[in-house]
């Protein structure tokens, strides 16, 4: 095909404009904050206190559903109707977050892990990956894996784990969301593996700064990263 024919040249630069454009956004697969920003495509957390009227505000926010480890209680079957309901609509992304947190999570375990598989069930039903909450229960994370031998991605957000447990989850198929802070073994090797997501999660901050450090740390430009990221979406998501 010759580019000197001049006939060609809207399509082109159309292509052009459109990788441009395409480029151009950030994605942050994890994040509480419901303000839209132009330059990014984000998946905001919502719990099982339903939707708001504007919680959609950009054509580029989706969402994430699930009952938070430190929210779980024992009545939590109650919650089980609108969880189920927000989950199968068409913006809602993934499963969660939800998992297992021997720190925080106010209460026990086996209640955690209940409430856990429920998420898994739920993912596996809708087709849908799985966001994970992980706080020192990487074992029983583990352990649940093999058992239920899940068909879906899981990623565990807000990764700060060493390179050896990041290598460790990965080699479990788990992918790893990296935010403002982290081990930068760990990130070069989920970059290494193209197991990397980048995420704001309840911080106040803009997700462009956390793809400055991390792209800073990897030696990749920013567009590059954030390129890198987009095609990822696209491919796990769809969108
Ligand atoms: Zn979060």
Known sequence: MSTENTGNFPSVFSVLFYILMAT???IDIHTHNETADSHTISVVNKDMTGWGRSDKQSPDTYFSVGIHPWKVT???KEHIPIVENMAKHPD???VGECGLDKVHGECDMELQKEVFRWHILLSERLEKPLLIHCVKAFDELFRIKKETAPQQLWIVHGFRGKKEQAIQ????????SFGERFNEDALHEAYECNKLWIETDDKQIRIESVYDVISDKLNCPVGQLADRMRTKFLRVFGK
């Open 74 to 76: 024992p009545n939590w």
């Open 24 to 26: 151009d956004k950030f």
């Open 169 to 176: 989850l990965m080699r479990n198929g788990i992918e790893l």
């Open 92 to 94: 809602v992304l993934m």
